[in-house]
């Protein structure tokens, strides 16, 4: 895991000593509040992840050969 940014090697440690699902859930759903949120047309039915309870979008780009979701 040495390749990982620092940020993504913390956040996989606090994942991993989550519990169960509910803790990782409610990880998962705190750091998306810290996200900027995406523009409305970026809110399209092509980036709506399917089998979702809730409406979520995710979107992926590509930088310097790294991938970013958003």
């Not at 409305?40 to 050969?65: F, Y």
């Amino acid at each position: 895991m040495s390749d990982l940014p620092q940020a993504a090697g913390e956040a996989l440690e606090a994942f991993s000593q989550a519990p169960g699902w509910e803790q990782r859930a409610r990880l998962l759903m705190l750091w998306g509040e810290r996200l900027a949120p995406l523009d409305e047309d970026e809110r399209s039915e092509t980036n709506q992840v399917s089998g979702c309870e809730s409406r979520v979008w995710l979107v992926g780009e590509r930088q310097d050969g790294c991938w970013h979701f958003r």
